[in-house]
């Protein structure tokens, strides 16, 4: 029983630090993080790469407009949402995961008591790899990105769209039905471009 709780602690350690690593690659890919300079008396932004300064009379320097350059700045904030979501998603998770921990390894703590937290541990590392694995399955599909969180009993999806016909949501709710064991009609599905 101590042999399986010492694999389970590292299993879901190993998860939770894969996943961080992987965000934090994606924030730096995508140029969520900035590096800044101050100078005495001014401010300089050095430009993540795949963005574009924009000159005094509103122009970039291939010739393009603010104007046009504001969508682009919109899809790549649009983007940032789902590294943003995925990050407080497992902050918030990573704080039940230390009070479960703390409730396992408390001396004060009865045995069903720990056996519980034992389970919930299990039950988070398990939903972390099926939102993993449905993410990646809806990016599979065609779309730029997604963001899934399970509960007990339901499953909400955000993804990467414009907007969804009736026909690509049933599509999308049976590949999480299908994956997740979750009935179609607890899963919600949110298109956010």
């Known amino acids: 029983m101590m042999k399986t709780l010492i694999i389970s602690r590292r299993v879901l350690s190993l998860a939770v630090l894969s996943i961080i690593g992987v965000v934090l690659l994606l924030l730096f890919k995508h140029g969520a993080v900035k590096e800044k ?3 005495p008396g001014m401010q300089v932004n050095i430009p993540t790469a795949g963005e ?3 000159n005094n009379d509103r122009t970039a320097p291939d010739g393009r407009i603010a104007g046009d350059l504001m969508e682009e700045t919109a899809t790549k904030s649009d983007a940032n949402f ?7 998603r497992e902050r918030t998770r990573g704080q039940r995961v230390e009070w479960l921990r703390e409730v ?3 001396a004060n703590s ?3 008591t720990r056996q519980k937290a034992q389970d919930n541990l299990l039950n988070i590392s398990s939903r972390m790899e ?11 599909k065609g779309y730029d990105d997604a963001a899934v969180l399970i509960d007990d009993k339901s499953v909400t999806a955000v993804v990467a769209a414009d907007s969804l016909n009736h026909e690509e949501t049933m599509q999308l709710g049976e590949l999480i039905a299908r994956g997740t064991g979750v009935d179609s009609s607890s899963i919600v ?3 956010k471009l």
């Open 37 to 39: 300079t101050d100078v």
């Open 52 to 54: 574009v300064l924009i």
């Open 82 to 88: 789902y590294v943003e979501y995925r990050l407080e």
């Open 104 to 106: 396992i390894n408390n």
């Open 110 to 112: 009865s045995s069903e």
């Open 130 to 140: 099926k939102e993993v694995e449905m993410e990646n399955l809806i990016k599979a």
């Open 189 to 191: 599905i949110i298109a």
